[in-house]
């Protein structure tokens, strides 16, 4: 197996700036809860809000819907925020949107909460795979449709510490 660079530390710094000052722009000053998606989006979330100048309410929430490197199709609740998110101002960040499911599905569920807004920020897209189309406020890159790791995405709960988006091959 063999890891390449795909996006280095340095652009992603430089772009997660980039995003953090759109979204201080868009809140104004306004409190936002922040919502990173377990577990790939704990390195993204981590940098974003430090980035960041508008004041965050931090959650947490797990899904699963990912095995080996195919999708399943479904998708299980791990793990719920403890916040009540009615009224307030909601940004979901995800680590990666490949075929749609899980955000799509985690939006419904949070819609359904009665926020007073929903966004979501997503470090990467992969357009080709995209089988539920769904509106990414905030997006760091779009891919091509390779499997990715690094910067909070594994492979079988590998390669999450690297600083940078790796492209992972098996040869
Ligand atoms: P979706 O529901 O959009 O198909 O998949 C979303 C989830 O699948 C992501 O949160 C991530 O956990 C996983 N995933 C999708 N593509 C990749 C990839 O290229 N690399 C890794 N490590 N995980 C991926």
Redesign the pocket.
Known sequence: MSVSTYISAEKIQARVEEIARIIDMDYNGEEVVVIG?LN?SFMFVADLIRAMETPVFLDFIAVS??EGTE?TGELKMLKDVKVNVEGKHVLLV??????????SKLKTLMEGRSPKSLKLASLLH?PARTEHKVDIDYLGFEIED????GYG???NGLYRELPYIGEYSAS
């Open positions: 998606v790939g819907s990912y999708s995800e680590d990666i949107v490949d075929t749609g499911l899980t955000i992969k390779k499997f990715v790791i995405l594994d492979f």
